[in-house]
């Protein structure tokens, strides 16, 4: 059974940086393609990139790109999201998740496999 674990949230001024990972167990994450999303409070979930499980091709939301960058490191098992100049705006709990097609989805409910999510706070 696979397992997600998200980590480097945190609280960070505008302007700064941070570099999300979300860590599989149970199963080897190069087989999945894995997402992240975000969910800022009163808003709907949105999916803001993903990474494919055939050759790493990438996807980012208009509203991301240039800002986010994802990647994976299959020695590690770890998938990463490279968060650039941070707003105000981007505040929100970030999630990765999990499908086994290879193709990504902008839907949530195209995954199947959830972490618990990281906090993302950008204030002065």
């Known amino acids: 059974q696979l397992q997600l674990v998200e980590s480097g949230g945190g609280l960070v001024q505008p302007g700064g940086s941070l570099r999300l990972s979300c860590a599989g167990s149970?199963?080897?994450?190069?087989?999945?393609?894995i997402g992240w999303f975000r969910q800022a409070p009163g808003k709907e979930r949105e999916g803001v990139s993903c990474?494919?499980?055939?050759?790493?091709?990438?996807n980012y939301a208009d509203s991301v790109k240039g800002q986010f960058t994802i990647s994976r490191d299959t020695a590690k098992n770890t998938v990463y999201l490279q968060i650039n100049d941070l707003e105000p705006e981007d505040t929100a709990a970030y999630y990765c998740?999990?499908?086994?097609?290879?193709?990504?989805?902008?839907?949530?409910?195209?995954?199947?496999?959830w972490g618990q999510g990281t906090q993302v706070t950008v204030s002065s």
């Open positions: 998740a999990a499908r086994r097609d290879f193709s990504c989805s902008e839907f949530s409910s195209g995954y199947n496999y």
């Open positions: 149970g199963v080897t994450l190069e087989s999945y393609t």
């Open positions: 990474i494919n499980s055939r050759g790493g091709s990438t």
